[in-house]
């Protein structure tokens, strides 16, 4: 965290230094039009924080918050009254209703979550969602995001990234995730940025490297913007090795993986039956059917489904 001066007697943190900037800052604060404002707050560094993200927080009636004892900390910090409630993934329907009220009558209401952007796999969507069903102004004040901070610094492809959230805890599901994204139609490599629990991080990297190859281009961003901020940059299997060597993973993490595009299929398969085509790859790798079907579907880029709905179609016209 950021050691940002707090005494009473200097100006508050975050406050422009000069008389004319912060005339301008605190004006925009008192002409604070109604509506719902989605504040991001700092991922780490509390000095990430914005003066805009300060003039809402600072004026707004009220501040709704997943975790009111986590922005307390941050609005003791930048010295900020505003009063607190709490909205969070179990309450947000039910609190949307009252806060939704308020916004009607003119309120200006910010929404925080913990850290980051608001409705980021974080609370928020719903609370939008209704305040614009509603005819309520919703205001976006940009600032830290874990997902686009580690996209920029990871080295991998830019111009097509898909942001996936948290994959599923449960292997089967998990591995199915994987399946479709390497199956889905690309013409170019492109990035998928999750975020994942410390303790399933080996597993999610054992999976990625069981779906694709050992030789998938990832990339572990941990702690990102604090103290221990890391990036691990390789093919999947060496990071899993380094990860793995050590007594344990702390931290938050957002993992990206560069998923290439479904390969074509080898020259001169094209008149080869689906069935000798799967005999081969058992034969040649050393697997069973279904995991010869799982490989030849990521090489045509089809689901697998369709590929085994194609194997049974084939296998009938030959009886």
């Known amino acids: 965290m950021s050691g940002l001066p707090t005494s009473p007697d200097v100006p508050a943190p975050g406050a422009p230094d000069s008389a004319s900037d ?4 605190q004006a925009h604060g008192a002409s604070l039009a109604p509506g719902l404002y989605l504040v991001a707050t700092p991922i780490g560094n509390l000095g990430d924080i914005t003066l805009r993200a300060l003039a809402v927080l600072r004026h707004a009636d009220r501040i709704a918050c997943e975790d009111t004892r986590q922005t307390q900390k941050l609005l003791n910090h930048f010295q900020i009254a505003t009063p607190t409630v709490s909205c969070h993934q179990h309450n947000e329907r039910q609190r949307a209703v009252e806060l939704v009220e308020s916004l009607k009558a003119g309120a200006r209401i910010a929404f925080v979550s913990d850290a980051g952007l608001p409705g980021i796999s974080d609370p928020g969507v719903w609370l939008a969602r209704e305040a614009i069903a509603a ?3 919703v205001i976006p004040i940009p600032g830290a995001n874990a997902a686009l901070s580690a996209l920029v610094a990871s080295g991998l492809p830019t111009q097509a990234f898909h942001f996936a959230g948290f994959p599923p805890e449960k292997a089967g599901a998990r591995r199915t995730l994987f399946e479709e994204l390497a199956a889905a ?3 170019a490599a492109r990035t998928v940025i999750f975020y994942e629990a410390p303790h399933r991080l080996l597993d999610t990297l054992a999976d990625l490297a069981a779906v694709w190859d050992p030789d998938l281009r990832v990339v572990v961003a941990r702690e990102l913007t604090k103290l221990h901020e890391e990036f691990l940059r390789g093919p999947v299997a060496i990071v899993r090795q380094e990860l793995a060597a050590r007594d344990r993973i702390r931290g938050e993490i957002t993992l990206l993986v560069e998923v290439p595009p479904p390969a074509a299929a080898p020259t001169g398969t ?3 039956t689906l ?3 799967l005999a081969r790859l058992q034969t040649e790798l050393g697997i069973d059917e279904k995991d ?4 030849l579907a990521r090489e045509l880029g089809q689901s697998k ?3 085994y709905r194609e194997l049974q179609r084939e296998r009938a016209r030959r009886r």
């Open 22 to 25: 912060r005339s301008e800052w």
């Open 135 to 137: 005819g309520v102004p």
């Open 185 to 187: 139609p690309a013409t």
């Open 270 to 272: 094209a008149s080869e």
């Open 275 to 277: 069935s000798a085509r």
């Open 292 to 295: 010869a079907l799982k490989r």
């Open 305 to 307: 489904s369709d590929l």
